[in-house]
C-alpha cells in the first residue's frame, strides 16, 4: 500500500468513528493501526526510521479523521434536526434528566413509547412512585436528557406513571 493510500485510507476510518462513536474509541484504533503498520512495513524490509514515520502519519490522520467526522455530525444534526422518535431511541434506562436550568429532575427507567419516558421511582424527587413525561419536553440528549423547560416546572406538571 502506498503512503498517500495509507493517510487516505486512515483518514476515512477517522471520519467514519468521527461520525458515530466518542473519542475514546481513537485509543484502541490507533493501537491496532500502529502495530499493523509496523507488522506490514516490517515484513516488506522497511528501517525502524520508515515505519515510525509511518505510525505517526497513520495516528495523525486517523485524529484528523476523527475530527472532520464529528464536525461534519454536528453539522448534520444543527442542519437536520431529529424526529421525536429518533429522540426517545437515543434515552437509555439509567440516565440522568435534568430542565432547561441544568437541574436534576429525576433518572429514566425506561420509554415506554416514542412520546413517553417514564421516571424511576427511586430518586428523592420521586418519593417513591414513578412518573411520566413526554418526549415533547425533551430538547436534546447527549449523556443526559436535557428538558425544554426549568426543572421546578417539570416538576409541577410531570404525572404518576399507571
Known amino acids: 500500500m502506498t503512503m498517500t493510500m495509507t ?15 466518542k473519542v475514546l474509541v481513537l ?6 493501526a500502529a502495530v499493523s503498520t509496523a507488522v506490514i512495513q516490517a515484513a516488506r524490509g522497511y528501517q525502524a526510521s520508515s515505519i515510525i514515520v509511518t505510525i505517526v502519519l497513520v495516528a495523525t490522520t486517523l485524529q484528523i479523521g476523527y475530527l472532520v467526522g464529528i464536525i461534519a455530525h454536528a453539522a448534520f444534526e444543527k442542519l437536520v434536526p431529529l424526529e421525536r ?14 430542565g432547561s436550568d441544568g437541574r436534576h429532575v429525576g ?9 413517553r419516558i417514564i421516571l424511576t421511582g427511586d430518586d428523592p424527587k420521586a418519593a417513591g412512585r414513578p412518573h411520566l413525561i413526554s ?28
Do not use: Q
Open 7 to 21: 493517510i487516505g485510507v486512515g483518514a476515512l476510518i477517522g471520519v467514519a468513528l468521527g461520525l458515530r462513536f
Open 85 to 98: 422518535n429518533d429522540l426517545a431511541l437515543n434515552i437509555l434506562g439509567h440516565m440522568e434528566v435534568v
Open 135 to 162: 418526549t415533547e419536553w425533551v430538547d436534546y440528549v447527549d449523556s443526559k436528557v436535557h428538558l425544554n423547560k426549568p426543572s421546578r416546572k417539570a416538576l409541577r406538571e410531570w404525572r404518576l406513571a399507571a
Open 27 to 32: 485509543i484502541p484504533t490507533i493501537v491496532l
Open 107 to 115: 433518572t429514566v427507567d425506561h420509554t415506554e413509547s416514542s412520546d
